[in-house]
């Protein structure tokens, strides 16, 4: 009998799975199926990505459907389009011999009308993104009232982008007797809350160890000048002639300049993020998954849901802001068993990051050095031997060419042409790597750091002090609102936010530097006196601030304390309200924390209902509706 039929799977889904290359089931699979099918009580599923969740989840889902029925009865939320079509096409695949089976895509940056007639259609499952979401829920164009289960899949990513209110909303609209299934990779404190407060006695399930990493990743760090960043990426991807591989960076900006330079050089390589459209995501998507793309520059958020096979490297041209998302990223290699490489270029200031990244996953890092142009010069050439010994010949075609190619050979030796022939690779990166300095740098310089980096400027963004924190109820989308409230620049004008107790620090582009510390000459928080100050620590970490000169007052004062009034959206695009809740919503524009999911996408951060996201959509969530506590098990509560 087939494992999986063993686990209680149906032998239709069973045939539909084994074409599809499942042979026996992985940890997560093997240890949630059977508690998932009885379908009696909430569960929590804690595993590493490519460790197969969407099978864990998605086949005693399909197993529980009613085919009859044309009213959804499965909801899945997801953050990113990406992650949604992924689940999408893998519950098709799954249900292949499902007679009359729907499953619907629903996320932003595609048409919401096609979407509204699939679901019209009958749709047995949706498959949703937030935003969208409840912006079709808020047309009174899905009936939810026999939802039986509900899967939240990456929950840690889901709250980091800012969608618990989101979450909220859609799922005060399900019956009350649902279960709830939590899936995620790692296990915050917030998740952790969520799981409390909104599941009933759920059962939990951890594969491996909570938050840590894939022990089949090889974690390596290299230690570079600022300035020799893109120089050191260039070599790390010429010293390993057959990466397949995905280069991670923090910003959309930073995304697409890296990907044009490296196409520049000559690199086989694309761009992943927010501002694409819909259609450009899919046609680079396609070329990745078809290995017609060697490099994939991609933003945390917009990879999110790369489910691709055989991945041989993940690379770190800037570490995560969130420790969390390290994981995340690292999780794209090493997929169903695989073994791969997580590389991170960093300058001596991050290496207190690396190690807190070692305690979180786990695993050590190992520090590696920079190859030199010889290292480089000598893998190419035996890249090309190899590649030489190993090609297929094909007799047929070649043939006929042969005795002209041995006239022409004819006064070389056999050693002769082995040498020019594989010098004609050779030559090429010794003539490039020549003279090619030493990029390495040394782990406690970090006076280079300063120098290179201009003090607090840091390329295009420049690094300030500002004396709120979380003591003050600020998080990362909240501040960068009063930010860009503050000072009127769009939201991706602002880079990294680092949230402390008391103080915070933030950038903005260099190019409208002067305008923020113009703007906050005089402002006031809740009667307290705001102050800005340029950074000296460029870096990021917890290592206090060094200050430069001195605060900004005069002016007018501008007071940001209390609640109420104007409701304002700092994404892109206009925002529409098709639910209850007065007030104006502005938009700002703009990048914000997780604000690479894409148009369409919503992000509150806060119970005022603000996003931050880079989105257009109806956002206005029924904020009237009274909270719903579970009272026993048969009364489950219809919040999450």
């Known amino acids: 009998m087939n494992p999986f039929e063993q686990l209680g799977v149906s032998p239709k889904i069973v045939k539909a799975i084994v074409e599809i290359g499942f042979v026996s089931p992985t940890p997560i699979q093997e240890q949630s199926i059977p508690v998932l099918l009885k379908g009696d009580r909430d569960f929590v599923g804690l595993a590493q990505t490519g460790t197969g969740k969407t099978a864990a989840f998605g086949l005693p889902l399909l197993e529980q459907i009613d085919l009859r029925s044309k009213h959804p009865q499965a909801l899945i939320l997801c953050p990113t389009r990406e992650l949604c079509l992924q689940i999408t096409n893998d519950l098709k695949n799954y249900g292949k011999y499902l007679d009359d089976l729907n499953v619907v895509a629903v996320y932003g940056g595609a048409s919401i009308v096609t979407q509204l007639k699939d679901i019209k259609r009958g749709a047995h499952i949706v498959v949703a993104t937030p935003g969208r979401m409840l912006d079709v829920l808020n047309r009174k164009a899905v009936n939810f009232s026999e939802v039986k289960s509900v899967v939240l899949d990456e929950a840690d990513e889901m709250l980091n982008m800012g969608f618990q209110e989101d979450i909220n909303s859609i799922l005060s609209t399900t019956p009350d007797d649902k279960f709830t299934w939590l ?111 060697q490099i994939l520059v991609a933003t945390d958020v917009a990879a999110r849901g790369i489910d691709v096979d055989n991945v041989t490297h993940v690379v770190h041209f800037s570490l995560p802001d969130e420790i969390e998302n390290y994981t995340h990223r690292s999780g794209r290699t090493a997929r169903a068993g695989k073994t791969g490489t997580s590389l991170a270029i960093i300058t001596a200031r991050d290496i207190g990051k690396i190690r807190q990244i070692e305690r979180q996953i786990g695993s050590k890092f190992t520090l590696a050095e920079v190859p030199t142009s010889f290292d480089v010069c000598e893998k190419q050439l035996f890249s090309l031997v190899h590649k030489v010994h190993n090609v297929q010949v094909n007799d047929e075609q070649i043939d006929q060419y042969m005795q002209r190619i041995y006239d022409e050979l004819t006064d070389l030796s056999k050693e002769d042409v082995i040498k020019r022939f594989a010098s004609l690779e050779f030559n090429r990166f010794l003539d490039y790597y020549r003279n090619a300095p030493d990029l390495n740098a040394k782990a406690d310089d970090r006076s280079a750091d300063r120098n290179s980096m201009g003090s607090a400027k840091s390329g295009t963004h420049t690094r300030l002090f500002i004396n709120l924190g979380s003591v003050d109820e600020f998080n990362r989308g909240e501040l960068l609102g009063f930010v860009c409230n503050t000072s009127g620049i769009k939201g991706d004008r602002v880079g990294k936010i680092d949230i402390k107790g008391v103080y915070s620090f933030f950038e903005v582009e260099n ?55 104007e409701r304002r959206s700092y994404g892109g695009g206009e925002r529409r309200s098709y639910g209850g809740g007065g007030g104006e919503r502005r938009s700002y524009g703009g990048e914000s924390r997780g604000g690479d999911s894409g148009r369409g996408e919503s992000r509150g951060y806060s119970s005022e209902r603000r996003s931050y996201g880079s989105g257009s959509t109806a956002a206005n969530s029924p904020s009237g509706a009274p909270r719903r506590e579970r009272k026993d098990k048969d009364s489950r509560g219809g919040r999450w």
């Open 511 to 565: 190019e409208v530097l002067e305008q923020v510390q113009s703007a906050f000459k005089s402002v006031d928080f809740k009667g307290r006196n705001v102050r800005i100050e340029v950074s000296q620590d460029s870096g990021g970490g917890d290592r206090g601030r060094s200050r430069s000169r001195g605060s900004y007052g005069g002016g007018e004062r501008k007071s940001y304390g209390g609640g109420g009034g």
């Open 183 to 293: 899936f995620s990779a790692t296990m915050p404190a917030e998740v952790r809350r969520i799981a409390k407060n909104y599941m009933d006695d759920p059962f939990e399930l951890t594969v491996g160890t909570k938050n840590t990493g894939n022990v089949n990743i090889n974690h390596e760090y290299y230690v570079v000048r600022p300035r020799d960043k893109y120089a050191a990426l260039k070599r790390l991807v010429d010293y390993n002639p057959d990466i397949f591989g995905i280069v991670f960076s923090r910003t959309k900006i930073e995304t697409q300049e890296i990907a044009e330079m490296l196409m520049k050089d000559g690199y086989n390589a694309d761009s992943l993020h927010g501002d694409l459209s819909q259609q450009q995501r899919d046609r680079v998507m396609k070329r990745f998954r078809d290995r017609s793309l």
